[in-house]
């Protein structure tokens, strides 16, 4: 199973606010409001970003730890064969 990429914000995340992930800590690269997500480790181009479990877009380019992840940086794509 692959760890988990990203975090759901339930405060205002400052600009240069640092997230304990492990032995890692992640730096937010803007500030990212309640609600949204942070990713807490790079996200490749075209991975699907998934919320409580469903598919929300996939990543439109490389999105690096720290990174505001929301419609600016996801696209959506077709299921289908």
């Excluded at 803007?30 to 480790?41: C, D, E, F, Q, T």
């Excluded at 877009?57 to 929301?70: C, K, L, M, Q, T």
Aim: net charge positive; no cysteine; glycine share 12%.
């Amino acid at each position: 199973m692959r760890p988990i990429t990203w975090r759901v914000v339930k405060r205002l995340l400052k600009a240069g606010w640092n997230w304990p992930n492990g032995s890692l800590r992640v730096t937010a690269a803007r500030n990212i409001p309640p609600g949204h997500k942070v990713a807490l480790a790079e996200i490749a181009d075209g991975e699907p970003v998934r919320k409580y479990g469903q598919v929300i877009g996939f990543a439109n380019g490389r999105i690096a730890p720290g990174d505001h992840v929301h419609t600016h940086n996801l696209a959506m794509k077709d299921f289908g064969p």
